[in-house]
């Protein structure tokens, strides 16, 4: 208690919050790190995902070497860049970018590949010319697996970008280095405390966005519709030895007409 204690006060003082190592500080520089590293891996991840998935080959291969990255811990990666005299924001940048790779590219492959045969064949029965398919048939329909990747890579980053203290860069990590060095450990829980919140505020903001950004046609294609569910909970299923209700009703009219 006394460590939340602690953490409760120092965000409270109205010095954590002002100069360039307070709160607001700090979080300008996390998210621009965060927006340079997510946009350096989209450029990579989302046009390789989009030629993969359009074409329907290579896909696999390609998500699995992205996925493999994945075994690189960030911090090694920074170690990496730090030795070749990289530091600060650009270490911390190119070894995010490279963890933000994997969940776009995977997203964004699965969504052009899951897009249905028949709605393909659809589109050149149209008279639709390849590109056209990808980008007013394909692209749209895979938007929401797309907008997925994006926000997980956003939200792995934001939790990530912390470890740019560690080779002089500037982020909310800074908070928690400093408290460690200093053995403030309420400092270092309050640090803690606002990367979490930081990311629990962009998974709400992306998951609104990313709700937008679908399309109409496909939101209400995946979305039960009332009556009918409504039908469904009434009605019992019918069975084999039911009467087609056509015929059932024919038979009705039958046996209630006049008689000679």
Do not use: K
């Given at each position: 208690m006394d460590v939340l204690t602690d953490a409760l006060a120092w965000l409270n003082d109205p010095l954590s919050w002002s100069g360039r190592?307070?709160?607001?500080?700090?979080?300008?520089?996390?998210?621009?790190?965060?927006?340079?590293?997510?946009?350096?891996?989209?450029?990579?991840a989302?046009?390789?995902?989009?030629?993969?998935?359009?074409?329907?080959?290579?896909?696999?291969?390609?998500?699995?070497?992205?996925?493999?990255?994945?075994?690189?811990?960030?911090?090694?990666?920074?170690?990496?860049?730090?030795?070749?005299?990289?530091?600060?924001?650009?270490?911390?940048?190119?070894?995010c970018a490279v963890f933000a790779v994997p969940p776009m590219l995977?997203?964004?492959?699965?969504?052009?590949?899951?897009?249905?045969?028949?709605?393909?064949?659809?589109?050149?029965?149209?008279g639709l010319s390849p590109t056209r398919r990808l980008w007013q048939v394909e692209v749209p329909l895979a938007l929401p697996l797309v907008a997925a990747g994006v926000r997980t890579a956003v939200v792995q980053v934001l939790a990530t970008v912390p470890l740019a203290a560690l080779v002089g860069g500037r982020s909310l990590g800074t908070i928690v280095v400093t408290g460690f060095a200093t053995q403030r450990y309420g400092q270092v829980l309050a640090g803690g405390l606002l990367v979490a919140a930081l990311c629990l505020v962009a998974e709400g903001v992306l998951a609104l966005a990313q709700h937008v950004a679908t399309p109409r046609g496909v939101r209400d294609a995946t979305r039960p519709d009332r009556r009918t569910r409504g039908e469904g909970a009434r009605r019992a299923p019918?069975?084999?030895?039911?009467?087609?209700?056509?015929?059932?009703?024919?038979?009705?009219?039958?046996?209630?007409?006049p008689t000679s």
């Amino acid at each position: 208690m006394d460590v939340l204690t602690d953490a409760l006060a120092w965000l409270n003082d109205p010095l954590s919050w002002s100069g360039r190592d307070g709160i607001i500080a700090l979080t300008g520089a996390h998210l621009v790190v965060t927006l340079l590293a997510v946009l350096l891996g989209a450029v990579v991840a989302l046009p390789t995902g989009v030629v993969l998935g359009h074409a329907r080959r290579g896909g696999t291969v390609g998500v699995v070497v992205a996925n493999t990255t994945r075994a690189l811990p960030t911090l090694a990666l920074l170690t990496l860049f730090a030795s070749a005299g990289l530091f600060g924001s650009t270490a911390t940048v190119l070894a995010c970018a490279v963890f933000a790779v994997p969940p776009m590219l995977t997203n964004t492959v699965a969504g052009l590949t899951g897009v249905d045969r028949d709605v393909r064949d659809a589109a050149v029965g149209l008279g639709l010319s390849p590109t056209r398919r990808l980008w007013q048939v394909e692209v749209p329909l895979a938007l929401p697996l797309v907008a997925a990747g994006v926000r997980t890579a956003v939200v792995q980053v934001l939790a990530t970008v912390p470890l740019a203290a560690l080779v002089g860069g500037r982020s909310l990590g800074t908070i928690v280095v400093t408290g460690f060095a200093t053995q403030r450990y309420g400092q270092v829980l309050a640090g803690g405390l606002l990367v979490a919140a930081l990311c629990l505020v962009a998974e709400g903001v992306l998951a609104l966005a990313q709700h937008v950004a679908t399309p109409r046609g496909v939101r209400d294609a995946t979305r039960p519709d009332r009556r009918t569910r409504g039908e469904g909970a009434r009605r019992a299923p019918l069975t084999a030895a039911d009467p087609v209700p056509a015929v059932a009703a024919r038979a009705r009219a039958g046996s209630n007409g006049p008689t000679s």
